[in-house]
């Protein structure tokens, strides 16, 4: 045999026990070629675009999923930057390419399509303005559309009227959806740094610099590398680090083998693969578990932001070394809602936002799928919004918030949003007031350490 | 600057059989690949395009098949004659027992077969619920590219 019964045995039981899966298969679309100064003309050249390029993605993908007996949870796509494609457009509600954008989506068989989006670091074209002053409407007309805003990057600092925009924005949007709880938020993020490849929503978006189409994967297992860590009670910090190095580099692997298949039967350039570690509500399945393994009594107590860092950094090093293009943001994802063991650490009050700031330093996500009480002003979102900005700017890495002012819930209320979006305790925020910092505007300057040439 | 065929114009070459391209043009890794798969051969001033050795996904139609339960007489049997039944021809396998499980792993050739892979992993499955244990085929690669660097 070319393969131990071991060796055997460890690959299903990652599957079958662990919750090794496939995150996502997403195909990213240029849309470049829709624009058209009428708004009807876009939608159409949308829809007929997306149906046509995606339309065999999803059946190739379950094809894959039973000949490799891996599961690919999620097919998704994401597309050029709305704020782009609608910019020639003379109508400034840009809802109706949402919806043509949920449309198609429905008709490939996605569960969602990222790309309503619009990117601002510098300043706002009209494009812009008009994509952004749409998100609250288009988000609550539709189901499956995801949308972002980059405000800021490392080169070109933070854009603090955008800033102050979004703020205002995600109220908006909460209060439109109030009926669900506000849960176009969940398909709204704010970053800095934002990455043109990203395979996961909410914040997928197709970039500037990419092909006419590509295939990139997300992959999974925070179960694997709990289960591995299991093993390991007395083992120091090398050896943890080097078992979840391996551990990341299996899981990768099958990402590299899915994306490569994929690519192939689709006639699609494979792009990368993104080697996160995302959780999912489901047990067993959660990236807070593992950092208890690693011997803290909860998430949230000190020494989190280490454990995090190591376990971060060991899973680009392991996946690195199983793909050829690394993309995405890659790194470990602290999602609130999304993790049950994180919904645990809030509930139990061991995790506070502040901690999960200091968090966001050393991993690859912001503050993300976090349920905050209805009443928090536009300022204060703004506010947080540029805290996190700062930390992505001045980092170089890749921030974004993604909060959730629940309409007419309080602090220790419960959100439901149900499947992958999970469910949330409503954490508090500070209630001091930055109204008058916020309401300064312009940009803030990218800092001296952006100055690389 | 050389001209550049991506796999995106290639497409438009459908048609024809043959392109012989201007002196000097880089042709793209998954323009060669897609050009190989439909039949089209490319040349670029004059000269045939050397195709590249190193395959990127196999896809040589192995698969492993695993049998997990408890141990029960006949097992071997049984999943032998279905894969006989379809021309799947088995190329090796282990055995062992850890714990009171009984699991057999065999690695097999699908060439020959004429049923689809979907098909034989049913009758596998049935199989398996007919004699008590979990029957699981997959591709080879998902093993080689997991365990082998």
């Given amino acids: ?453 | 600057m050389s001209e550049i065929m991506t796999i995106e114009m290639i497409k438009n070459f459908l048609s024809q059989k043959e392109i012989d391209l201007p002196a000097g043009t880089v042709v793209t890794k998954s323009a060669i690949d897609w050009a190989k798969e439909h039949g089209l051969k490319i040349s670029v001033g004059g000269t045939p395009v050397a195709e590249d050795a190193t395959e990127i996904v196999p896809e040589s139609r192995k698969a492993i098949i695993s049998v997990i339960g408890v141990d029960k007489v006949g097992i071997i049997a049984k999943v032998s004659g279905i894969l006989a039944e379809k021309n799947v021809n088995i190329l090796d396998i282990s055995q062992t027992i850890i714990g009171g499980f009984f699991t057999m792993t065999m690695m097999v050739d699908l060439e020959k077969s004429t049923s689809s892979f979907s098909e034989i992993k049913q009758q596998l499955n049935d199989a398996g619920k007919d004699i008590g244990v979990q029957i699981t085929i997959q591709d080879v690669n998902v093993f080689q590219y997991m365990h082998r660097l």
């Fill in chain 1, 1 to 453: 045999m070319d393969f131990s019964s071991h060796e055997i045995l460890e690959t299903i039981r990652m599957v079958q026990m662990e919750n090794l899966d496939i995150r996502t298969v997403t195909m990213g679309i240029s849309l470049r070629d829709c624009s058209h100064p009428e708004i009807d003309k876009v939608c159409d050249n949308i829809y007929r675009k997306i149906t046509s390029y995606a339309k065999n993605l999803v059946p190739v993908c379950e094809g894959i999923e039973e000949e490799l007996g891996i599961p690919i949870i999620n097919k998704r796509i994401s597309v050029t930057p709305i704020a782009l494609v609608a910019e020639s457009c003379s109508t400034a509600d840009y809802t109706k390419i949402a919806q043509a954008l949920d449309f198609a989506a429905k008709e490939v068989g996605v569960n969602f399509i990222g790309g309503f989006s619009s990117l601002v670091h510098k300043g706002f074209t009209k494009g812009d303005i008009h994509l952004v002053s749409s998100l609250p409407e288009a988000l609550a007309a539709t189901e499956r559309v995801c949308a972002s805003v980059n405000v800021a990057t490392t080169r070109a600092g933070i854009n603090m009227d955008a800033v102050k925009m979004m703020g205002t924005i995600i109220k908006e949007t909460a209060n439109k959806t109030a009926e669900q709880d506000g849960i176009g938020c969940a398909k709204l993020v704010v970053f800095a740094n934002v990455p043109e490849d990203n395979p996961f929503m909410a914040g997928a978006f197709h970039g500037i610099g990419e092909p006419e189409s590509v295939i990139n994967v997300g992959v999974s297992g925070p179960g694997v590398v709990l289960k591995a860590l299991e093993k390991k009670k007395d083992a120091d910090f090398g050896e943890l680090s080097d078992t979840i190095k391996k551990t990341a580099f299996k899981i990768t692997r099958m990402g590299e083998l899915v994306g490569r298949i994929a690519s192939k039967r689709l006639e699609t350039r494979f792009g990368i693969v993104d080697l996160s570690l995302a959780p999912t509500p489901a047990v067993g399945d959660s990236v807070a578990n593992i950092l208890e393994a690693m011997g803290l009594e909860r998430t949230g107590a000190h020494g989190t932001t280490a454990a995090l860092a190591l376990l971060n950094d060991a899973v680009k090093k392991g996946g690195a070394m199983a793909t050829s293009y690394v993309g995405g943001l890659s790194g470990a994802f602290i999602p609130v809602s999304e993790d049950a063991g994180m919904i645990e650490a809030v509930e139990a009050g061991a995790l506070s936002i502040e901690k999960l700031e200091a968090m966001t330093c050393v991993c690859s996500v912001g503050l993300d799928m976090i349920a905050i009480p209805g009443k928090v002003s536009p300022a204060t979102i703004s506010a947080i919004i540029a805290d996190e900005a700062a930390i992505g700017v001045i980092n170089k890495k890749t921030t974004a918030v993604r909060v959730i002012p629940v309409p007419n819930k309080a602090e220790g209320d419960w959100v439901e949003f149900g499947g992958l979006l999970g469910r949330a305790p409503i954490m508090p925020v500070r209630y001091l007031d930055s109204t008058l910092f916020i309401n300064r505007g312009g940009q803030i300057p990218s800092p001296i350490t952006s100055l690389t040439n």
